[in-house]
């Protein structure tokens, strides 16, 4: 059982579309982070939400932090090709960073 | 360019034998993290380093072992390997433990076959 699941775990779709993927858990977390991964890469940080409800934005990607601070959302605006990549939440738990099982993302030209 | 470096980028290797990962962090950063990603199982934890002694540990086997040395290098080695152990092996860097950004390293690819 993932402590972070992460949907939808494949996502395909053309340059323009908006989209949102999702990380959930049945834990209460101090702070959330998202990383994207691009192939052949480490997972790079995008941004850490730490308040419950607090809303981050980084050009076109939106990131939500829910209000009890056991799930969070990512959406993107107009996507685009270079957007492509895996996606990963991650939380503190019992003093280790865990990530989600990640989205995967290919936006189409 | 994280600044953090891993060799060797890509290792192939026979069921039962044994190899060492290296990682040096971004220069001061002091706590040093290992993860295996796979594609069925994700990026899993392995084990973390701060200031040379072990502060976390994750679903590491048996098999595997690692040390942060005094230089903060580390070194995650892998021994009795699989055909399961076949793998991405990440190492990240932070400044202290658990706070702010983990900085990744392109990985280092395990074939055992």
């Known amino acids: 059982t993932q402590l972070l699941e992460q949907s939808p775990q494949f996502l395909s779709i053309q340059e323009g579309e908006n989209l949102t993927v999702y990380c959930n858990s049945s834990?209460?977390?101090?702070?959330l982070q998202w990383y994207r991964q691009e192939p052949g890469e480490g997972p790079v940080l995008l941004v850490t939400?730490?308040?419950?409800?607090e809303v981050k934005k980084l050009k076109r990607l939106t990131f939500q932090f829910g209000d009890a601070r056991k799930d969070s959302s990512l959406h993107i605006t107009a996507a685009q090709p270079g957007d492509t990549g895996l996606y990963l939440c991650?939380?503190?738990?019992?003093?280790?960073?865990?990530f989600g099982q990640g989205t995967t993302l290919q936006v189409k030209p | 360019d994280s600044g953090v470096t891993q060799t060797p980028k890509h290792l192939i290797t026979a069921t039962g034998q044994r190899v060492t990962l290296r990682c040096s962090p971004r220069?001061?950063?002091?706590?040093v993290y290992w993860y295996q990603q796979s594609l069925d199982q994700g990026l899993q934890f392995l084990i973390q380093?701060?200031?040379?002694?072990?502060?976390a540990k994750g679903n590491i086997l048996e098999r595997f072992s690692a040390q942060q040395f005094p230089d903060l290098h580390s070194e995650l080695n892998l021994s009795s390997l699989e055909l399961g152990d076949s793998a991405l092996y990440f190492c990240?860097?932070?400044?202290?433990?658990?706070?702010?950004?983990?900085?990744f390293g392109e990985g280092s690819r395990l074939t055992v076959l």
């Open positions: 990240a860097s932070s400044v202290r433990t658990l706070s702010g950004e983990l900085f």
């Open positions: 834990s209460v977390f101090s702070s």
């Open positions: 939400v730490v308040t419950g409800g």
């Open positions: 991650a939380a503190s738990n019992t003093g280790k960073l865990i």
């Open positions: 220069s001061g950063d002091l706590s």
């Open positions: 380093y701060y200031n040379g002694e072990e502060r």
